[in-house]
């Protein structure tokens, strides 16, 4: 089994409200990351975990959050967001090989944010 | 710098019309290269991990290749439900594990 969840699917917000976004995996994966992907584009890096501890945050503003409890559980906390934020917002994970191999990522379905 | 760039940015065939999408990457120490199929408004669903020069994957209709500098994702007979954008990634090592992608191809298989 490959699947990672996400919740949301949907989520519509305003500029000032504070809301998460949440994924799971129950692969025994030990590396987790958030993306964020425009229409038209690849996914765009945004934070990656590696052993539920924060190794890549891609100069991502305060206003997202991330938060990653377990090893199978990831958040991405998000307030006073601007119009420009909205996107597919992509959860993945990885077995996290730790020398030589590549280290393929699973991804989510997403969550659609539309902020007003 | 590393670089992944896919050819062409959009493909259309006729149902049957087999063909190939390029993706030429540069990049210092490969530690693997993924194929990803997107469906409009979902997450990229994993296709093939190919790691070294010289190697072939196959899945259904898919058969996806390796060369030093370039991989290609050869489509045999596609059929309408093989519509989707198709992303190219390569993995490098010393970076944590971080995906480079290209920009993806459209490609339409009309019946």
């Known amino acids: 089994d490959t699947e990672v969840t996400q919740t949301p699917k949907h989520l519509v917000m305003g500029m000032t409200n504070k809301k998460s976004l949440k994924c799971e995996q129950h692969?025994?994966?030990?590396?987790m990351y958030w993306y964020k992907q425009k229409a038209k584009k690849p996914p765009e890096l945004m934070f990656v975990y590696s052993y539920e501890k924060l190794s890549i945050n891609e100069s991502v503003p305060s206003r997202f959050s991330p938060e990653c409890p377990n090893s199978s559980l990831l958040n991405l906390h998000l307030h006073a967001l601007q119009p420009e934020d909205s996107a597919l917002y992509l959860c993945?994970?990885?077995?996290?090989?730790?020398?030589?191999?590549?280290?393929?990522?699973?991804f989510g379905p997403g969550t659609r944010l539309t902020v007003l | 710098e590393d670089q992944v760039t896919q050819s062409p940015e959009a493909l259309r065939l006729q149902e049957g019309e087999s063909s190939s999408l390029n993706c030429s990457y540069t990049?210092?120490?490969?530690?693997?290269l993924f194929w990803y199929r997107q469906d409009p408004g979902k997450g990229p669903e994993f296709l093939f991990t190919l790691y070294s020069a010289g190697e072939e994957k196959e899945k259904e209709r898919l058969k996806a290749t390796l060369t030093k500098k370039e991989s290609f994702l050869h489509i045999t007979a596609p059929k309408p439900e093989d519509s989707a954008t198709y992303l190219c990634?390569?993995?490098?090592?010393?970076?944590?594990?971080?995906?480079?992608f290209g920009q993806g191809t459209e490609l339409s298989v009309k019946p």
């Open positions: 990634a390569v993995q490098a090592n010393n970076q944590g594990g971080k995906l480079i």
């Open positions: 692969m025994g994966h030990r590396a």
């Open positions: 990049v210092s120490g490969l530690r693997g």
């Open positions: 993945a994970s990885s077995r996290k090989i730790i020398s030589g191999g590549a280290d393929t990522q699973y």
